[in-house]
C-alpha cells in the first residue's frame, strides 16, 4: 500500500488494502450498528467528538485538546492513511476527513457508500470487538479548509466566490426554521446532499460527470471558492469532500452554519 489513497475509496478498493499496517479504518456509525457488524479491524469513533456540541453553533469544531486526545484514543497516527465510514451516507465520515483536513493530516478518504454499499456489494462484516492502539497524536489546526462568519461576511458578493447550501430545498427557502431565522445566506445555491448520492448504489456518490453537471448548473465552478455549510456542518462536510473528490482547488466548510448565521439577528438572509 504505497500509494496515496483516493479521497473516495471504493468499496473493493478497501477491501484489497485491508490488514495493510498503514492502514486504519474508522467507523462512526451509531454504537449498536457497529456492535451488530463493522469491517474487520475497524476501530469505532463517537461522532460527537467531532463537534463542540454547544449553542448557538453546535457544529464548531471542539477545542484542539478534547479532539487530539480523541484522535489518539482510536488509535489515528500521522503515517496512517485513515479510511471512513458509516451508516448514513457519509456525513459523518466526511466531517472526519473534513476534520483531518483542519488538522493538516497527509491522507484520508471516505468509503464511496459506507456501511450501505460494502454490505449491498456482499463484503463481510465481524462483531468481533477491536481493540484500538492508542497512540499521541499530534497536530495543530490549520485555516485553509474552515470558513468563519465573519470570512463569509467580507466575501459576499464577490465574483470569485460562491455558497453551497447543502440543506433540504424547505430549509433553504426557510419554510422549515430550525434556528431563530429561516432562510439561506445571501447569495447561496441549493444543492441537497442526498441528491449527490445513488440511491440504486448503495448511496455511492453519482458519477463524476453527473456531479460536474449539477454543479456547473449552479454557477459553482472550480475558478471560484466554494464554501460549504448546512445546519452544524455534517451534511455539507459531505459536499465539502464531494468538491474534493472532484478536484476544486479552493474549498472550505462553514462549522458554524445555520445554526450561527440563523440565530445572529445582525447577519442578512434571503428566502
Keep these: 500500500m504505497a500509494a496515496k489513497l483516493p479521497t473516495v475509496v471504493a468499496p473493493e478498493t478497501l477491501l484489497e488494502l485491508l490488514g495493510a499496517p498503514e492502514l486504519l479504518v474508522v467507523d462512526l456509525s451509531k454504537p449498536e450498528i457497529f456492535q451488530q457488524g463493522h469491517i474487520t479491524g475497524a476501530v469505532h469513533l463517537d461522532y460527537k467528538q467531532l463537534i463542540r456540541g454547544a449553542p448557538p453553533a453546535p457544529g464548531l469544531p471542539p477545542l484542539l485538546e478534547p479532539l487530539i486526545a480523541a484522535l489518539s484514543a482510536v488509535g489515528i497516527d500521522h503515517g496512517h492513511q485513515v479510511v471512513a465510514y458509516d451508516d448514513e451516507g457519509g456525513g459523518k465520515a466526511c466531517r472526519l476527513l473534513w476534520t483531518l483536513d483542519l488538522l493538516g493530516h497527509p491522507a484520508a478518504g471516505v468509503l464511496d457508500g459506507g456501511l450501505h454499499a460494502w454490505v449491498a456489494d ?65 447569495g447561496a445555491v441549493n444543492l441537497n446532499w442526498l441528491d449527490t448520492m445513488d440511491r440504486k448504489r448503495g448511496l455511492r456518490l453519482l458519477p463524476g460527470d453527473a456531479l460536474r453537471s449539477m454543479l456547473q448548473t449552479l454557477g459553482l465552478t472550480p475558478e471560484k471558492e466554494v464554501v460549504t455549510y448546512c445546519h452544524t456542518h455534517h451534511r455539507s462536510a459531505h459536499s465539502y469532500v464531494m468538491l474534493k473528490h472532484l478536484g476544486y482547488p479552493s474549498i472550505k466548510g462553514y462549522a458554524g452554519s445555520w445554526a450561527e448565521w440563523g440565530n445572529d439577528a445582525d447577519t442578512p438572509v434571503e428566502t
Design 122 to 186: 456482499g463484503h463481510p462484516l465481524t462483531a468481533a470487538g477491536t481493540a484500538p492502539e492508542p497512540t499521541r497524536y499530534h497536530a495543530a489546526f490549520t485555516e485553509a479548509p474552515l470558513a468563519d462568519k465573519a470570512h463569509i461576511l467580507a466575501r459576499l458578493g464577490q465574483p470569485d466566490f460562491a455558497l453551497l447550501d447543502a440543506r433540504s430545498p424547505q430549509e433553504f427557502d426557510g419554510s422549515k426554521a430550525r434556528a431563530a431565522r429561516g432562510g439561506h445566506i445571501p
